[in-house]
């Protein structure tokens, strides 16, 4: 094929709709709060004096683990990969109800539930944007491209 004939794919579509490029930095923010939290934990679980090391060793290694799917999905929104939204929503879904158990508490937890609700609900709006889901190559139902039998 020649340059002329390639198909358009969101890789080649043009420049990166703002829309998009604002998801994937937030997805990508929430990917390292949670590896940085993750190290901390981890950390403390070793050098400090917790009440279960195992269990504050096991919960920074998780938390860790965890950081990979937002890393890797924000890393694939910047690529325009129509894959990395399901894993960016799922972080989002996955951080409502940790926001508002923040909420629930009595203490200094309550702003960094907002922060968590905040940055959820906007990723979400932006994930869901007619925008960035053409960007991504992304066809609702019922606009599937015909196929010839």
Excluded: C, H
Excluded at 17 to 36: I, K, N, S
Aim: hydrophobic share 50%; proline share 8%.
């Amino acid at each position: 094929m020649t340059k002329e004939q390639t198909p358009t794919t969101p890789e080649t579509a043009g420049p990166r709709p703002r829309r998009l490029t604002y998801a994937a930095a937030l997805t990508a923010l929430e990917g390292l709060a949670l590896a940085v939290g993750g190290i901390w934990v981890f950390v403390l679980g070793l050098t400090g004096d917790p009440d279960d090391r195992q269990q504050a060793v096991t919960l920074g290694v998780t938390l860790v683990a965890l950081a990979l799917l937002p890393l890797l999905a924000a890393r694939g929104l910047f690529a325009q990969r129509s894959w990395s939204r399901g894993p960016s929503v799922i972080t989002q879904i996955m951080a409502l109800p940790v926001a508002y158990s923040l909420l629930q508490a009595d203490s200094m937890a309550i702003p960094a539930g907002i922060a968590i609700a905040v940055v959820a609900v906007a990723t979400l709006v932006l994930l869901v944007n007619p925008e960035t889901t053409r960007a991504l190559g992304i066809r609702g139902p019922g606009n599937a491209p015909d196929r010839k039998q």
